[in-house]
């Protein structure tokens, strides 16, 4: 061991000279990689964890590397955008409506997004809630309940452009709602039902048994129960799965194209043509779909 | 309205299923005392003890023969009021359960939901059940901190208090102090012995020498049927079935 050490030393002699200019220290970075490699390919065992080693270190830049190309692309081109002070930049960019030509801002996609989102959770969210705490607590564990669990977990996976045709055919053309507001609000409601149900249902169930007990013991009725303990425990579950629901549907384009229209201010009615409504994720496919 | 007891068993069997759990039970708990029910693991202790306060009727597959009467009235008849029932028999569970809020809201949370409205008198109901749970001077300066950050034996007295705020006059406590320290387990006994003077407690336990120390009277039950009921000096001296007397010896259990 003594002589192999002496030798390594030996022959990284010249990588030191090589660069004891830019280098003061004792142990040179060629000296001291060199010496790690030695360590790392002493035998075949060390020799293959270095190298499951070097795999996964690659799968991890391979995985960041789009990530920061992503966030430095954006902010190369939108940091310009956002606090820049020429005419549509900077605060004119998020408080204006769109002009003639690349002229004014977005004001109508942030309004329509945060008026779809109100919308949306406003239909989606009770009714999931409602429907979980059903399941859970009241329905008996059988076919209807397993039913309900397997259909919200197909409708979790289903792409989300077929809940566009869906609202198309159903609200907007069935029901003769048209597009607009209600039809693409509705819409992203469908989307967020299965993501806030099954998670509801995951917080409910994991309420242990004895604190509903104890609320019955002091004589609560099922619904006293399940108001005040059983969804009060389980609040911060279903917090999460609201805000993943909200999260999703709030970037969500493809359901939106067929249901809400789009407009350059924001909705002036509740139905008809009035009520097309633009959003955030619709405006930037429109911007990259247009030829200017 | 008179009775003779203030909870009286009559032929009660019980049933998860298919399977019977307790086989025709009769006897009686008298006011002002302590009765210990004493057993082996899965003897039907709790089972028997979720009958007096109907917390069995939650789950699906039970059945019940026989009647029981408390103050007289039978608790199983088509005209009974389960939510009036449980106001007048508490309960203690085996683990510390205090709901997910403040120590001033679990107190506050029976006497509510019974419509006690007028803060003043809620505020002095958290004061009085505290401290007939004897905790009252370990949290009167943290009533507004959530309960659940309270020690084991804390959280049991606080489930006691909370048991307390709508004052039953029956205490069922279903092993209160298996999942408790010694120390905390031993104020726990201080307290039942005193809630004595007040009100009936049916305490479960696994823990003869506690049964022996606590309690007026005894019942032992072994694979769902009472074996021995009378009083504990008597058990503890004489018992007259030899399965008692291998259960509070040790060899069974």
Known sequence: MTKKTRSSNAAEGHDTDFLSRSVSSAKTIPQTLARYLRKQTRSRRTFSDFLFKIVLAVAVVLIAAPFFMVILQVAAVGIPEVFG??????????????????????????????LLM?????????????????????????????????????????PSIVFGAFGFAFIVDFLHLGMGLIAGGFT????????VLRTTQEALKQVP????????????????????????AAFPGIMTGVLLAVGRVMGETAPLIFTAGNTLGVPTSITGGGSWVASLPYTIWAYITDPR | MSFE???EVKNLSTWFGKKKILKNISCYFEDNSVTAIMGPSGCGKSTFLRSLNRLNDTIGSFRME????????DIYSIDADVYELRKKVGMIFQRPNPFPMSVRENITYGPRLHGKKDDDELERLVEDSLKRAALWDEVKDSLDEPAPNLSGGQQQRLCIARALSIDPPVLLMDEPVSALDPLSAGKIEELIMKLKEEITVILVTHNVQQAFRVSDQAAFLYLGELVEFDKTRRIAEAPRDERTEAFITGRIG
């Open chain 1, 85 to 114: 002070v020429g005419p549509g930049q900077g605060l004119e960019f998020f408080g204006t409506f769109p002009g003639p030509g690349l002229l004014g801002g977005i004001r109508n996609a942030i309004a329509g997004t945060i």
């Open chain 1, 188 to 195: 992203l409601a469908f989307m967020m039902i299965p993501t």
């Open chain 1, 118 to 158: 109100v919308v949306a959770a406003s239909v989606g969210i009770p009714l999931s809630v409602l429907g979980a705490v059903y399941i859970t607590e009241y329905a008996r564990p059988g076919r209807v309940t397993s039913a309900v669990e397997f259909t919200a977990d197909v409708l979790a996976g289903i």
């Open chain 2, 66 to 73: 026989g009647e029981i009467l408390v103050e007289g009235e």
């Open chain 2, 5 to 7: 007891h203030k909870i």
């Open chain 1, 209 to 232: 048994m004895t604190l509903r007990e104890a609320s019955l013991a002091l004589g609560a009725t099922k619904w006293a129960t399940t108001w005040n303990v059983t969804i009060r």
